[in-house]
């Protein structure tokens, strides 16, 4: 286990679709049960919604908010699915300065504002054996 993620937890797998409210339908069906309330992230070009699975992990769906955003990009080059795993962390820039010292590409230097009011930065797919993970931690 690497040492700084020691304390770290699933928080959510979030998925990326064209409209949630169409999208949250197969999990609804599975038992889970979304939040009324949806967040946009306008930095991220994202409104999200979320639905616990369990005491810590979520399943976010990704919902484009405009045209020029990553998950509009990411709908249409890959369509609907899986776009990340995010894990929390106690505190998320010593994550990330460890994690670079290590090798692994940030898509940002610094944490930045994510949804759910936390503090997030990324490590690039191709750092991580074709995965994009988010590392989150709730702001103060």
Do not use: W
Not at 48 to 66: C, M, Q, R, S, W
Not at 82 to 90: G, R
């Amino acid at each position: 286990m690497i040492p700084e993620l020691e304390d770290c937890v699933l928080d959510h797998i979030a998925i990326a679709v064209p409209e949630i409210e169409s999208a949250k339908k197969v999990y609804e069906d599975l038992g889970l049960v979304f939040s009324e309330e949806r967040e946009v992230v306008k930095e991220q070009g994202v409104t999200t919604a979320f639905a616990h699975v369990d005491k810590n992990a979520h399943i976010e769906l990704l919902e484009p908010y405009g045209e020029s955003g990553p998950i509009h990009r990411y709908l249409e080059k890959k369509g609907p699915g899986i776009h990340h795993l995010c894990f929390k962390v106690k505190d998320v820039a010593q994550t990330c300065r460890n994690l670079k010292e290590k090798g692994y590409i940030l898509l940002n230097e610094l944490p930045v504002s994510g949804a759910n009011n936390c503090l997030v930065n990324f490590l690039h797919p191709k750092s991580t054996g074709g995965v994009l993970i988010e590392v989150s931690q709730p702001k103060a």
